[in-house]
């Protein structure tokens, strides 16, 4: 187990090695691509400040806690787009156009060839807007981490970037069975931004669809409520169950899949 761990990771960094070398050869779009997800987290961030210059608290919660939990959000979610990106054009393109046979073909495990293929830098906006955000909270007073609330900060981020591999995983291994699963799974995707709300906001029916049956409340919301003071230390271990559940469930999926998948093309 330890020599085929250590073969992946030797693989996995000639891989990327590759894919940023034939990036580089077009650096305009690589930062164009930067600048724009950059902008597009100043957007959202300036949706909450434009919403409170009218009102002066969302159901109880103020301006300050709300920018904690977008940027809570943000990390996880920026943790899996740098990562797993390539996932989107198996649910997109390489079911249905045939692209997947080269993974087949390949002595090695297919879901590491799917993620090993591309990162995506542009992630990088996220991972930088969510840490400057919650690196704000900390130090205006927001929240304040101890030892052990930072372990499990760092634990829960890892746990949330799974429940979005995962969720993002299970649609897209509907591709398999549909040929093309990409809307299916830019309609679960966009739930995500629920998330970054107090769900107390929504109708009942919308909470119980983003806390049980595709879970993004679990990855900022609700691991929030614990580092604002507002719930149990427990919260976090629920939202490991949870990704562990999910995982194994698209996993199976995904494996299911391709044991399940015909070449096509055009």
């Known amino acids: ?23 580089m050869q077009s650096k305009v779009d690589f930062l164009m691509g930067l600048a724009g997800f950059f902008f597009t987290q100043i957007l959202g961030l300036s949706f909450l400040f434009l919403v409170f210059r009218q009102i ?3 159901n109880g919660w103020s301006l300050e806690q709300l920018v904690f939990i977008y940027g809570l959000a943000q990390i996880p979610r920026g943790i899996d787009h740098l990562f797993t990106d390539n996932i989107w054009l198996v649910a997109y393109r390489y079911v249905i156009n045939g692209d997947f046979d080269r993974y087949m073909l390949r002595p090695m ?5 799917v993620i ?15 840490t400057v955000l919650v690196v704000r909270a900390l130090v205006i007073g927001v929240v304040s981490f101890d030892v052990p609330q930072i372990i499990l900060f760092i634990v829960s981020m890892f746990a949330g970037a799974l429940i979005y591999t995962s969720i993002k995983l299970f649609f897209a291994s509907l591709a398999f069975w549909l040929k093309q699963s990409g809307p ?15 769900i ?32 149990p230390w427990y919260i976090v271990l629920i939202e490991c169950g949870i990704a562990f559940v999910l995982w194994v469930i698209s996993y199976g999926t995904f494996k299911r899949g391709t044991m399940v998948y015909e070449s096509a093309g055009n």
């Open 200 to 231: 107390e906001i929504y109708h009942k029916s919308i909470r119980f669809i983003i806390t049980w049956i595709i879970p993004f409340a679990f990855v900022a919301y609700l691991p929030a409520l614990y580092f604002l003071d507002k719930g």
């Open 116 to 130: 090993s293929e591309k990162l995506q830098p542009d992630a990088v906006g996220e991972l930088a807007m969510g």
């Open 184 to 198: 299916f799974l830019q309609l679960a995707y966009e739930m995500a931004d629920f998330a970054k709300y107090p």
């Open 109 to 113: 495990n297919i879901f590491f060839q």
């Open 56 to 58: 002066p608290s969302l």
């Open 1 to 23: 187990m330890r020599k085929k761990i250590k073969k992946y990771f030797r693989l996995y960094k000639g891989l990327v090695s590759q894919f940023f070398k034939a990036m």
